[in-house]
Each structure stands twice: as C-alpha cells, then as structure tokens.
C-alpha cells in the first residue's frame, strides 16, 4: 500500500525507516520531512496542519494509511476531517480524535480523566484570568518547588517549576494576566511536585486492546548535568533498568489498562499512541510506584530514535491491526539489545541559532543510525543544518554503556560550525544501576 507520514523530525525520521522496511508497504511519502526522510521515500512539500491539501494528496496518490508524526494536527483534528469526509474515511489514520488528543491539547482535560478513572497522577488544581487570586493563595499551601502547566500546546515551554513562592506568584500572573503563552495559558493547571525518577512509556492501542512498546527515558535540559534551558531533547535511552517486571505490572495494572478502558468507556474514539510521561516515586515499602505526570497522543521525540530501532515486527501491520481493532491478534517482537541516542544540535540551541552550516562526517559512524531531525539539501547536494536539533545518533548495543559509548564515538565524527551535544545521556541511570548492584 502507499503510506503518508506526516512530520519532519527526527521522530518522523525513526518512523520512516521502519516503515520503510514494511513488505506491506510500496510507497512512502513524508510530509514535509527532511534531508532524512528523502532516504526512506519521497518527501511532500505539504504542512502537517493543510488537512484540505493532505485529503487531496491522499486522493490524488492512492494513499492507504497516513501516520501522524506530531501532536498539533492531532489537536486540531485531522482524524475527524477523515471520518467525516466520505472520501477519507476508509483510510487508515493512526492517530486519536480530537476528543482523544484533549489528552495532549488540555491538560485540565487530562487530570480530570485521570481523576475519574483512578488514575495514579499529582494532586491539582486549576485557575483562570479570573481566578488568579485563589490560584496565588493556592500556591500558598503547597510546599515548593512549585509546578506550573499551561492548559494547552505550548511547544513544550508551557510547565515551569519553580523553587520560590514569590516567583511562582508572579509565574501565575504572567501566564494568566498576561498571556505569557498566549491561549495556551489561558487556564494553569498547579500541581503537587513529585520526588522521583521521570520515564516515558509508550503505547500503541486500537481503542480496546493495546501493546506496550519499550520504556525509554529522555533529556530535556540543554546542559551537562541537567542543567540550563529546557529543549525538545537532548538524547533518550531504551530500555530504563528499573522498570521490571514488577513495575511495569503497576504501570499496566494501574494505568495503561485504566486509560484504555475510561477512553473507550467514554466513547472517545482512539487508534494510535498513548505516551505517558510517568515519575516513579519511592514508596514506603522501598518500592517504585508509578505516577501519570502527563500524556502525550504521539510518540516522543527523541524517545522514538531509541524506541522504534528496537522494533523487530513490521511496524504497518501493526498499523495496519490498530486501524482494524484487531491489535490483539499480532505478536509484538522486541529487540532484546539496549539503544542509545545522543541529539546533535545547532551552535545556540535552544535559543537563537544559526542554520545553513555544512555537515561532514557521516561516512564515520560506524554501525551507527543516524536520524535527521533539523536539516536539508542544498541545490549543490550539500548536507546542510536546518533547525534547532539537527541529528540524534542511535546505537543499538548488548548494553547501555556499550551503546552510550558507541554513540558518544559517533557523534563526534559529526561536524559543523558550532556543533553541540551532551557528553552525559543515561550516566544518571547507569551510576544509579551501579550504586543497587
């Protein structure tokens, strides 16, 4: 079948090549994609959010499944434009409904479900322009760090946490008063801080049965350490030791079946990915428990450059069975291997940074993947950076070390002008494995 993938990160470019890989599939087209996604089909000059132009392309190019890389088209419902359109809705759109991607659209939607399903998740409350003195009162009560979410898709700027009380005031103020994201900040949701140790665990789901992909952690801040600017992230590994089998039956007992069974209870329609952004908190008894700190409706990014490598089944017939409500009748095969990525990032990253840079290097990395995130060709043929992120190297290994190191080699053969990347991927995890063993 011909597949349309829509997207242009790394996260896009993961997906395409295995994808790619399909026997079901004969052609594959990424909308926009990058200089990456070129490799593994034909990339479209057509943006995520042009749902007329997407319906079009489907028509014109025989199209049988179209894969939604990023969230904002999800939100904006492009799986309702389909069912709603006599021509489009017999295609195969992985992705939620509108209603489903509130998940990720609204975090005031997504506590309230958690709150009426049990879902284990931090206590919370939400304010308006209008209710900004209770919410500043509210604050009050709490003990810091103080965590503030703006309501809606903030390009992943919209949670703050902040260690003093005044600051978390003026916070409050200048996200509802002052619509410091704009729409997005027009409700805050203010939750209760968890101490504890973030994952991400992804599900892929047809509305009644599921399947667990592998846990995965990621690194947001900019910094060595964890320190500096919040980014879209800095590298990811898969899978996460302390996620055995113990913890991932609370994860599944606790959450993922929970979430599944309310959607569907709900009669919100639901064919795609489930991220749950999760904290495993120490409980009394020594043990970790899993605690829902948000959703996503999409897979995360760079978690799928680690993710999906480890991918043995052939992704569209899972695709393919998630469409068809039949997820519980194919086998879903993990490579046993451990995967690393290291994200390569433009010179001022995340702020202002500089794109047009030439890259060398790739010739150089060995057994290496190497996942396009922010680049393209120039009319010479020159690979050249063209965003923020630009490349995340992934290695698949017998060992997060193993893999860390082999990726760490990569990435360094990589160059252009102003080139960064973390030196630190997984060392948290890894002293933490040793310090138990």
């Not at 359109?85 to 509130?102: E, T």
């Not at 992230?233 to 996620?243: D, E, R, T, Y």
């Amino acid at each position: 079948m011909n597949i349309l993938l829509l997207g242009s990160g790394g996260r896009e470019h993961a997906m395409a090549a295995s994808i790619a890989k399909s026997t079901q599939c004969d052609k594959l087209f990424i909308a926009p994609g990058n200089a990456g996604t070129a490799e593994c089909g034909t990339n479209v000059e057509l943006k995520a959010d042009d749902f007329e132009g997407i319906g079009k392309f489907v028509v014109d190019n025989d199209i049988r499944m179209v894969v939604v890389g990023p969230e904002a088209p999800l939100v904006g419902g492009i799986a309702d434009f389909f069912a709603n359109n006599d021509r489009l809705k017999n295609i195969a759109l992985i992705g939620p409904s509108a209603n489903g991607a509130q998940l990720e659209g609204s975090k005031d939607f997504a506590k309230m479900f958690m709150q009426r399903m049990g879902i284990p998740t931090a206590e919370y409350k939400t304010f308006t322009k209008e209710t900004l003195k209770e919410g500043q009162k509210f604050l009050s009560t709490l003990k810091p760090p103080y965590v503030l979410k703006a309501d809606g898709l903030a390009a992943g700027k919209g949670v703050l946490i902040i260690d003093k009380l005044k600051d978390a005031k003026q916070a409050l103020k200048e996200m509802l008063a002052d619509a410091k994201f704009g729409d997005a900040s027009s409700r805050v949701v203010i939750e209760q801080y968890l101490t504890g140790i973030e994952l991400s665990v992804f599900v892929l789901t047809d509305g009644k049965h599921y399947k667990i992909l592998p846990t995965a952690k990621d690194y947001k801040r900019i910094g060595e350490g964890d320190t500096g600017l919040n980014t879209g992230g800095m590298g990811s590994i898969s899978p996460v030791f302390f996620a055995d089998k113990a913890f991932m039956h609370k994860v599944e007992h606790d959450i993922v079946q929970p979430t599944v069974k309310g959607l569907h209870k709900e009669g919100i329609d639901y064919k795609g990915f489930i991220f749950l952004g999760l904290m495993a908190v120490k409980g009394d008894d020594g043990s970790l428990n899993p605690y829902v700190i948000e959703y996503n409706v999409r897979m995360g990014d760079p978690e799928t450059e680690s993710v999906f490598p480890r991918i043995k089944s052939d992704v569209v017939e899972l695709f393919q069975a998630t469409w068809n409500g039949t997820l519980n009748n194919v086998q879903l095969d993990i490579d046993e291997r451990s995967a690393a990525c290291v994200m390569l990032t433009a010179e001022g990253y995340p702020e202002s940074y500089r794109k047009g840079d030439t890259i060398s290097g790739l010739d150089a990395v060995g057994e290496s993947l190497v996942f396009h995130a922010g680049t393209k060709r120039t009319q010479a043929g020159n690979l050249v950076t063209n965003g923020g992120r630009v490349l995340c190297v992934t290695t698949l290994s017998d060992s997060i070390p193993e893999a860390l190191l082999k990726s760490l080699q990569a990435a360094e053969n990589i160059k252009w002008k102003g080139r960064y990347y973390r030196h630190d991927i997984g060392q948290d995890l890894l002293k933490m494995y040793i310090e138990r063993n």
